[in-house]
């Protein structure tokens, strides 16, 4: 396991719910999951956990660093590993997809702009809310 999720380092004991709650987001690199995400696969693994037990354990993973929670359109939590580099994403308005992307220009265009007004960049999130393309994609909502 990484050593970026040592719970004892993160001043949290490793509880049967923590331990679980950290395997998923081991076996799910690069995803971006909700509260209930977590507790519908924990729930199809036959765990016993409740959904505000998923909502304190999380809770306590961003307190401890070990997951960052972002707020994007539609006012549901999605949570991600926190790896400690940035990046910053796409949305899909359409299915919820969270796609991670860095693009330097982006990064330097953002820190020229703060300047112009006098300011400088302290930190920033750029979401991007998009539509897919792709006629075929297999997250697409299907019109009811």
């Given amino acids: 396991m990484s ?7 993160a001043g949290l004991k490793a509880t049967l719910p923590r331990m679980k709650i950290l395997t998923l987001f081991m076996a799910e690199t690069g995803q971006h999951l909700t509260a ?5 696969k924990l729930i199809a693994d036959d765990d016993e956990v409740s959904l505000a037990t998923v909502y304190r354990v999380l809770t306590q993973f961003v307190q401890a660093g070990l997951l960052t929670r972002h707020h994007f359109e539609g006012g549901r939590a ?8 940035h990046h910053d994403h796409l949305v899909c308005l359409q299915c919820g997809h969270v796609q991670e992307f860095v693009d330097e220009e982006i990064e330097k265009r953002q820190h020229v702009i703060a ?13 991007i809310y998009v539509d897919c393309l792709r ?10």
């Fill in 3 to 9: 050593k970026h999720f040592d719970l004892k380092k």
């Fill in 36 to 40: 209930e995400d977590i507790f519908r």
């Fill in 78 to 85: 999605i949570y991600e590993v926190n790896h400690g580099d």
């Fill in 115 to 127: 300047r112009q007004y006098g300011f400088e960049v302290e930190d920033h999130a750029l979401h």
């Fill in 135 to 144: 006629e075929n994609c297999p997250r697409k909502k299907s019109s009811p």
